[in-house]
């Protein structure tokens, strides 16, 4: 079964609010990356957060991770209409090195 | 300067047929990744080596195989095509995944279309 689900599947927004994107997991992980894809892109690595971690910065990007929840959240501030993309949650197991991605969240910033 | 590189970036073919997917990657990365992606945009790892040595081979159909000639590169040939293998292919690699699992880097993507 899949590792990652991210809510919601689609997110609109006007310029300069924040969004909010999160992932639950189901199996115990290492670390917890997020990752975006601009349309026809590939995908491009955001941040990196260490199961040991529960909240970690990148200039606008706010990640958190909560293991007793199996769950992080990525709230990007002051959006952009350059930050549409979509945008997924990858994990990898504690065994493997593997990373298993999200559905992923489409957003959609409006100018 | 491209630091993961596919070719061809768009593919149509016809069922039965042989075709092949070639990547380079120019950041001296040890591991190197085959990923497929679907219409609903699911992301689902494929291959990957390291250091020419396959270390995950998924679920996939035998008509998939995965070529690695040196730690630069890794081709993906498919035969026999089928209407299901139509999706876009991402090739991706890191620094080091036998390990700590590093940020992995992608390439453009190759759109498969199988009529």
């Known amino acids: 079964s899949q590792q990652g689900e991210e809510d919601p599947q689609a997110l609109s927004i006007q310029e300069g609010e924040n969004a909010t994107m999160n992932c639950s997991y189901k199996t115990s992980i290492n670390n917890l990356q997020w990752y975006r894809q601009n349309s026809g892109r590939g995908l491009v690595h955001l941040i990196l957060i260490r199961s040991n971690e529960r909240e970690k910065h990148s200039g606008r990007l706010r990640v958190t991770l909560d293991t007793s929840k199996k769950s992080s959240s990525l709230l990007i501030t002051a959006s952009r209409a350059a930050d549409t993309a979509s945008y997924f949650c990858?994990?990898?197991?504690?065994?493997?090195?593997?990373?298993?991605f999200g559905e992923g969240t489409q957003l959609t910033v409006n100018p | 300067d491209t630091a993961v590189s596919q070719t061809p970036k768009y593919l149509v073919t016809q069922m039965g047929n042989d075709k092949s997917i070639k990547c380079e990657q120019n950041l001296g990365h040890d591991t190197m990744y085959w990923y497929k992606q679907d219409s609903k945009k699911f992301l689902k790892i494929m291959f990957s080596?390291?250091?020419?040595?396959?270390?995950i081979n998924e679920t996939v159909p035998n008509r998939f195989s995965p070529k690695s000639p040196d730690k630069a590169h890794l081709n993906l040939h498919i035969n026999s095509l089928e209407l299901g293998d139509s999706a876009v292919y991402f090739c991706?690699?890191?620094?080091?995944?036998?390990?700590?699992?590093?940020?992995?880097?992608f390439g453009p993507g190759t759109r498969l279309t199988v009529t």
């Open positions: 080596y390291n250091n020419k040595e396959l270390i």
């Open positions: 990858a994990t990898d197991g504690i065994s493997g090195s593997r990373l298993t």
């Open positions: 991706a690699s890191s620094q080091d995944s036998m390990t700590v699992p590093y940020e992995q880097y």
